[in-house]
Each structure stands twice: as C-alpha cells, then as structure tokens.
C-alpha cells in the first residue's frame, strides 16, 4: 500500500513509497486494531521534518512514514479489545512508550527518557497511509456525531495537556482562580486553546501577527475571545488596556515570542509554552535581569507542555463536542484547506509553508463509504 515518507534529515524529501499492509496479527495479545484512514492532518511539524531539522526515522530504517494527526474508521479489531467496534470513528495517540517509569504508568507524554518515541515524527512511522493498526491502547474512540471535527482530536488533545498543567501545576497556589488569559499565536493550537479556556469561563484574547478583520478574528470571536493583531496593539498596551494575564499559552513556533511573553504574565501566573523550535536563533536582548526579579518577586511559573495521552484526547473530545453546542459551527473554520489524497508532497508542503490563507492543511485520504 501507498505511504508519504520523507528521509529525515535530508531538505524537501517527501515522496510517494510502498510499504506492506498492516495486518491485526501484529499486535500481540488480541489487542490490535486495524483501522481506515479517513484524513490525516498536517501541521509546523511536518514542515520542519521535510525541511530536515527535526525527525527521526524507525532504527533500521532511513526513511519515516510521516502524519501524526490521524482519524479514521475502525475495520477489524483482537479479541480482547474493548474499547472500540469496526465501524466506529477513532484517532491515535502518538507517543509510544519508553522505558522509563512514566511511560510504564501510561505517561509517555512525560517520559523522562533520552529519546522518545513519536509516530509519524520520532523513531515510529506515522499514519500517512491508507491502512493503520494499532495497540488498542493507543485508539481512541471519537463519536458519530463528531466526525466533521475528527481529524482535530490530536491537536485539541495537544491543548487539553497545556490546560491541564497549568491547573495541576497552580495547586501549590492552594488557590487559583484565573479570570484573565492570553493565548499567543492563532494557528490551530491557539484557537482550539482560545476555545477550552473559553468553555472554562475565562476572558481570552488571542495574540498573532496576522492582521484582522480576517478569517482567524472571525472565529475568536465565534469562541467569544477578543483577536489582538500585533500589527495594531503590541502585547505592552495590551496589558495596559486590560491588565496583566494569569494564565499565557504561547503556539507561535516562536520563541522569542515565548520569551518575551514572560515579560507581562501577572504576579501568581503561569506560563505554559507549547512551540516545538527546532531552529538555531538566539536571543541576546532579553531583559533578563527585571524578568528575573519579577518573577521571583511574584512567585510565577512556566512549565512546558509537549503531546498528549489519551487522558487529553478524551478531554479535548468533549471539549469538541461541548464547544459544538455552545459555538455552533465555528470550530470547523478552522479545517481551510483539504488535500485529495497523498499522491503530491509538493501541494501538501507548499500549502503548509506558503498559503496565508491556509490555517488547517489536511490530506482526505478515503471516505468512510467507499
Ligand atoms: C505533535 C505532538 C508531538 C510534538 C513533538 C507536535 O506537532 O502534535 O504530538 O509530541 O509535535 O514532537
Ligand atoms: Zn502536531
């Protein structure tokens, strides 16, 4: 069967291969599920891993089946699993569990072992093919009535982990109560973010470079949150407009501007920095001394958030499914820009890198019926 791979490390690899069907009697114990692809996602990552800075490919192999955002139909499952039916929408997680002890308790999205294990990104082929089987561990269901929003429940899982540490992580407050967040960047972490704060009772504003009116203001809005261009109102005069924020999520890709949003996090804040920068810049004029300070003088934190288990795919699911009924119909804005099938790598990563109007690239790869 047909698969897009790239051999990382190398720029602007991306092509067409033929790989063997996956079959369910790989999976041992009776766990396997072998599932459809219906469309895969694509995002920055994939777009650093055809640029060749980040990446990895299976040992033994040098070349990576890429697509970490997967949705698709369950066709036939072990006998011992339980979680899922042939016939029923689903997603993957993408972590696969090393050898250390978060990854024997279900954690491999905090794994604290040298390398991890990623498929579709790190050392495991991903899902850009048309057939997939799993451990039904890592298969999670997504409902009928959600299937127009399924190719997200990797990003929004990626989301629900970010809010879900700021929480745990802002128990040593005893108590907390944000009221005020900012989100930086608007890409699909951004407003997905902008969204679950949202449903959680927060005033948001969502901050990115992108001038509005536009697309992207548009569903802010439809979240209820405020869109703020930096083009017209730098972050410094928005905090002097409507205070300093008690909780950033920064998704730019960017990270001097996840250092920067140090600057005006307020006194008990958290930070949580979600932007994979597999690039080379430095920053030599940062304010280290006065955000030092200021930050031991009011007790802030940052932490950093990378993946999601299938803890957050479940969470962000509902939150999908709530956001459905309490924003009708603004999520799917956000799906811009589906690709007919995997057959061109140029159109997928010329999509990605250069068309503004593109927020979400996703590859169809079959329908549920044919
Ligand atoms: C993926 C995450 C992954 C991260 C780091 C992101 O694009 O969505 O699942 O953990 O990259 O590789
Ligand atoms: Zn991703």
Redesign the pocket.
């Known amino acids: 069967m047909k698969a897009l791979a790239v051999t990382p490390g190398r720029e602007n690899s991306a092509h067409v291969t033929e790989i063997p069907e996956p079959r369910l009697d790989l999976i041992p114990g009776g766990r396997g599920v072998l599932m459809k692809t219906l469309q895969v996602g694509v995002?920055?990552?994939d777009s650093e891993i055809n640029e060749g800075l980040?990446g990895q490919a299976p040992q033994g192999d040098n070349h990576l089946v890429i697509g970490?955002?997967f949705f698709g139909i369950v066709e036939a499952v072990g006998e011992n699993v339980t979680n899922v039916q042939p016939g029923e929408y689903c997603s993957c997680t993408?972590?696969r569990p090393g050898p250390s002890l978060f990854d024997k308790i279900g954690r491999n999205?905090i794994t604290s072992h040298d390398e991890?294990y990623?498929r579709g990104?790190?050392l495991r082929h991903g899902f850009m093919t048309e057939k997939v089987v799993d451990d039904c561990e890592f298969v999670v269901k997504v409902p009928v009535g959600l299937k127009k929003l399924g190719v997200l429940a990797?990003?929004v899982s990626?989301c629900a982990k970010a809010i879900e540490q700021a929480y745990l992580a802002q128990t040593r407050l005893q108590v907390w109560k944000p009221r005020l967040a900012f989100v930086t960047g608007a890409g699909q972490i951004g407003l997905l973010t902008a969204m679950m704060l949202r449903l959680r009772g927060l005033e948001v504003y969502v901050i990115a470079r992108t001038p509005n009116p536009g697309l992207k203001e548009e569903i802010a809005n439809g979240y209820g949150a405020e869109y703020v261009s930096t083009q017209k109102e730098s972050m410094e005069k928005l905090v002097s407009r409507v205070g300093a924020p008690d909780l950033v999520i920064e998704a730019t890709g960017s990270s001097r501007v996840a250092f920067d949003a140090m600057r005006f996090l307020a006194r008990n804040g958290a930070l949580v920095w979600t932007s994979?920068t597999g690039g080379k810049n430095l920053l030599n004029d940062f304010p280290s001394d006065s955000v030092n300070l200021e930050w031991v003088l009011g007790n802030k934190l940052l932490v950093g958030s990378?993946?999601?288990n299938r803890d957050h795919f479940n969470q962000g699911i509902a939150d999908l499914a709530l956001a459905e009924v309490m924003f009708p119909g603004v999520t799917e804005r956000i799906l811009t820009t589906p690709i007919d099938g995997f057959d061109n790598p140029e159109v997928i990563m010329d999509k990605l890198s250069n068309d503004k109007s593109a927020l979400k690239v996703y590859v169809d790869v079959a329908s549920a019926e044919e």
Do not use: C, L
Request: glycine letters at 4%; a negative charge.
């Open positions: 995002d920055a990552t980040y970490h955002e993408v972590r999205d991890y990623e990104i790190n990797e990003p990626v994979v990378v993946n999601g």
